[in-house]
């Protein structure tokens, strides 16, 4: 599942960057003045664009899959928990395409316990809260500058399409001790917007991950490869008068199997549904507004959404499949 947080603080947000060229360029003086070939050179940077960011979120309520709160009537609802964020994120544009990589250490607090399904009798829970690492990397390659044409560009439709590819990874010390690692490959299409951006990856996906709850010692998942889509977005807000932009993500996982495993260990993995995640940031650029520094510090507040969180489906005695949070937090442009 794409990671949650590929607009952490709106820097997978990135428009495509195309037909720029490596070349140098000779300054265009006056012939007589200066020879030509004692010019003055300018080299364009590999990099076109390049950003770095380190932000902080606040987010609540988080839910968490099977951790859930019996009510007096014997039914069960999410057990809610907030979630303290620290992020890296890069972005940058070159030549030939974009990377983008961002690195979150989220906090949860107490109601989602660390613990581990390796300790003696089998099981220990903690009194404070879980920490997990989540990494992903994306990149394109554009398909319009690999050919040198504009052979894949639709005026006023799609402006390039591109390779796109990329991977995630994470780490959790709580008892299910997930070790989620996926890939993705497929096209991205960047549309002709008037301002902003619009951009739709379209991929094949793949997921590795642990369960810590499989009995035996083999307690590694591989899910069926399945269609993904990635729509990320971006437009100014420019009719508030303030240096403003709504910027978010759509994630779609389709349907990825049981998980195949040991089937000594579990022999009947629940099914995976639909996976739906969507984030809205609205984000104010604060250094253009105060000190007329565009992009050095932004804050930012959002809402997300998740439907089937990393594909489980809620059943009567299982929740914390759905989540609907309110985020908020400030990040700082450092590169």
Do not use: C
Not at 92 to 113: C, E, H, R, V
Request: charged share 15%; glycine share 10%; no cysteine.
């Amino acid at each position: 599942m794409l990671a949650r947080w590929l607009v952490a603080a709106s820097l997978a947000l990135l428009p495509v960057w195309h037909g720029v060229t490596g070349q140098a360029w000779a300054a265009d003086l006056p012939s007589g003045i200066v020879p030509p070939d004692a010019r003055p050179v300018k080299e364009i940077p590999f990099f076109v664009f390049s950003d770095t960011q380190i932000s902080y979120r606040y987010q609540y309520p988080s839910a968490n899959p099977g951790s859930q709160v019996r009510e007096a009537d014997g039914s069960f609802r999410n057990r809610d928990a907030p979630k303290h964020i620290l992020g890296i994120a890069h972005a940058d544009a070159w030549a030939y395409g974009t990377n983008f990589f961002a690195l979150d250490i989220l906090k949860s607090g107490s109601q989602f316990p660390a613990g581990t399904t390796n300790a003696p009798g089998g099981f220990a829970a903690y009194d404070y809260g879980n920490t997990e690492a989540y990494g992903l990397y994306r990149g394109t390659l554009s398909l319009n500058a690999l050919s040198g044409t504009k052979a894949f560009t639709i005026p006023g439709i799609v402006k390039d399409v591109s390779l796109s590819y990329g991977f995630d990874a994470n780490a959790q010390n709580s008892p299910f001790g997930p070790k989620k690692r996926d890939v993705v490959g497929g096209l991205n299409f960047a549309f002709d917007v008037p301002a902003g951006f619009l951009n739709l990856s379209v991929h094949a996906y793949k997921e590795w991950n642990r369960n810590g709850f499989n009995l035996g010692t083999d307690r590694s998942v591989s899910f069926d490869t399945v269609p993904e889509f990635e729509l990320v977005y971006s437009f100014p807000l420019t009719f508030t008068g303030l240096p403003l932009r709504i910027a978010g993500f759509n994630n779609v996982v389709l349907p990825k199997g049981r998980g195949v495993t040991n089937p000594a260990a579990f022999a009947f993995n629940p099914k995976t549904g639909l996976e739906f995640l969507s984030r809205t940031n609205l984000v104010l650029d604060l250094g253009q507004l105060f000190y007329d520094q565009p992009n050095r510090v932004d804050a930012f507040i959002g809402f997300q959404y998740w439907h089937n969180k990393f594909g489980n489906i809620e059943r009567v005695d299982f929740k914390g499949t759905e989540e609907k949070s309110f985020l908020a937090g400030v990040s700082f442009h450092v590169f």
